[in-house]
T-cell receptor, first 116, second 114 residues
Framework: IAGITQAPTSQILAAGRRMTLRCTQD?????MYWYRQDLGLGLRLIHYSNTAGTTGKGEVPDGYSVSRANTDDFPLTLASAVPSQTSVYFCASSDRGRPSGANVLTFGAGSRLTVL | GENVEQHPSTLSVQEGDSAVIKCTYS??????FPWYKQELGKRPQLIID?????GEKKDQRIAVTLNKTAKHFSLHITETQPEDSAVYFCAAAPGHNAGNMLTFGGGTRLMVKP
C-alpha cells in the first residue's frame, strides 16, 4: 500500500441497502476525511476525523456515518442508501501537525457509487 | 460557515494562451487557499497553495494571487498546454487551529485546444 487505498472502486447498489466504503492510509496521517463529488458542486465534506477515536460532521453528513478505530482506517457507511447518494466518494488524509499549518490533502482514487 | 464561489465553470483556451480562474470566499478568518487539479478519472492533487500573509506565489507556469480585503483569489496559468486540461478546484480553510476544514469551490473545467 502506498498512500490511500479505497474500496470498492465502483458499486451499484439497490436503494435501502447498507453499504460501507473502505479507506486505508499508510502515511500515519492523523486526519482523515470523506468527500463526495457531484457535477457542478465540487467536493463536499461528509465527515472528518482529526485523530483516531474522534469524528466530526462536515457539510453534508445526513445518511452517512463513520468510525475511526485506528490511525489507518476510516470507513464510511450508508445505513440505508438512497438515489441522491449516487456520487463519487473520495477519502483523503492530511498531517495536521505540519509546522506551516497548511492542510495538504492526499486523496484516494475514489469510489463510484450508484444507487438505484 | 465558509462559502467558496468559483468562476467560470468551464473555460476553453487555445494552446499557448493564458487561463485565469477566480474564486471568492466569505469567511474573513480563512487564511489558507490551495488549488487542486483533477485530471479525467483521476484523484484531485494539490498544485499550488498560498497563505494569507502572501499576496502572490508563483511556480513555473502557474501563479496564485490573493486579495484578502476583497476576499478573492485567482489561479493564473500561462503558456497553456494540452496537459493542463483538467478540472481545477479552489478551496479555503481557516487555518491550523480551526479544524483545517477545507471548503471547495464548484470546480472549473479547463480545456486547452491544440
Amino acid at each position: 500500500i502506498a498512500g490511500i487505498t479505497q474500496a470498492p472502486t465502483s458499486q451499484i447498489l439497490a436503494a435501502g441497502r447498507r453499504m460501507t466504503l473502505r479507506c486505508t492510509q499508510d502515511m500515519r496521517h492523523n486526519a482523515m476525511y470523506w468527500y463526495r463529488q457531484d457535477l457542478g458542486l465540487g467536493l463536499r465534506l461528509i465527515h472528518y476525523s482529526n485523530t483516531a477515536g474522534t469524528t466530526g460532521k462536515g457539510e453534508v453528513p445526513d445518511g452517512y456515518s463513520v468510525s475511526r478505530a485506528n490511525t489507518d482506517d476510516f470507513p464510511l457507511t450508508l445505513a440505508s442508501a438512497v438515489p441522491s447518494q449516487t456520487s463519487v466518494y473520495f477519502c483523503a488524509s492530511s498531517d495536521r501537525g505540519r509546522p506551516s499549518g497548511a492542510n495538504v490533502l492526499t486523496f484516494g482514487a475514489g469510489s463510484r457509487l450508484t444507487v438505484l | 460557515g465558509e462559502n467558496v464561489e468559483q468562476h467560470p465553470s468551464t473555460l476553453s483556451v487555445q494552446e499557448g494562451d493564458s487561463a485565469v480562474i477566480k474564486c471568492t470566499y466569505s469567511d474573513s478568518a480563512s487564511n489558507y487557499f490551495p488549488w487542486y487539479k483533477q485530471e479525467l478519472g483521476k484523484r484531485p492533487q494539490l498544485i499550488i497553495d498560498i497563505r494569507s500573509n502572501v499576496g502572490e506565489k508563483k511556480d513555473q507556469r502557474i501563479a496564485v494571487t490573493l486579495n484578502k480585503t476583497a476576499k478573492h483569489f485567482s489561479l493564473h496559468i500561462t503558456e497553456t498546454q494540452p496537459e493542463d486540461s483538467a478540472v481545477y478546484f479552489c478551496a479555503a480553510a481557516p487555518g491550523h487551529n480551526a479544524g483545517n476544514m477545507l471548503t471547495f469551490g464548484g470546480g472549473t473545467r479547463l480545456m486547452v485546444k491544440p
